[in-house]
């Protein structure tokens, strides 16, 4: 079965600073692996995904992830953080041949002006 | 393109009656998947349909049903609603039904249970 975790509920990060999310999954089997935010009282966008390519994936809005095998994680990053990435964000893991996507619980990030 | 779209948006229902959400996906797409959404639980999975059939499913009662048209618009039907049940219902759609397909999501249908 596969499974995510998000480390840390909420972030917190000055306008301009680096953004940091983790996410750490496991999968018995080679793992597809994405990024969603959601925004207040709307659906879930998609940032970014894994697909057994390049290793280093680049997204929208700036944002890149980076998969390491070796230490099960697709952690989620941004140079330089601004006030309209506050946001709620969700990594996910599906595999081959099944469309289901397995969240993690999501962390909130929130831009310090 | 249009995208997902979900009806209705908002719903209020009382213990015990049921319940059908709609789910339009973005044309040309086949798969459609539902997902919960709830402050203590997350999101999770409910069920993918393709081409009119089931894929997959999750953990879920058989109070949660589902059914996919020809035209891949799907519904979603709750019976003997729970206050439990109250949460925000994401339909999302993707042209395959394999696992790195990009899953689209609507803007979701908040149902409360009193």
């Known amino acids: 079965a596969q499974s995510v975790t998000q480390l840390g509920s909420h972030v917190s990060v000055s306008e301009g600073a680096l953004v940091l999310l983790r996410c750490n999954y496991s999968s018995s089997v080679p793992p597809y692996l994405f990024w969603y935010v959601q925004y207040p009282n709307q659906g879930l966008q998609l940032l970014l995904k894994?697909?057994?390519?390049?290793?280093l994936v680049k997204g929208i809005n700036g944002f890149e992830a980076e998969f390491k095998k070796s230490e099960t994680s697709f952690h989620l990053t941004k140079p330089s953080a601004h006030m309209s990435d506050a946001a709620e964000y969700f990594c996910a893991v599906s595999i081959q041949g099944a469309q289901k996507l397995v969240f993690g619980q999501g962390t909130r990030l929130t831009i310090n002006p | 393109k249009a995208g997902v779209t979900q009806t209705p948006r908002y719903l209020i229902k009382t213990r015990g009656q049921q319940v059908t959400l709609s789910c339009s996906p973005i044309?040309?797409?086949?798969?459609v998947s539902w997902y919960q959404q709830t402050p203590g639980q997350g999101l999770q999975f409910l069920f993918e349909y393709f081409s009119e059939t089931q894929r997959n499913k999750g953990n879920f009662p058989g109070r949660f049903s589902g059914r996919q048209f020809s035209n891949s618009r799907s519904e979603m039907n709750v019976s003997t609603l729970e206050l439990g049940d109250s949460a925000l219902y994401l339909c999302?759609?993707?042209?395959?039904?394999?696992?790195?397909?990009?899953?689209?999501f609507g803007p979701g249908t908040r149902l409360t249970v009193l």
């Open positions: 894994y697909t057994s390519a390049a290793t």
């Open positions: 044309s040309g797409h086949r798969s």
């Open positions: 999302a759609s993707s042209f395959g039904s394999v696992g790195y397909n990009e899953q689209f």
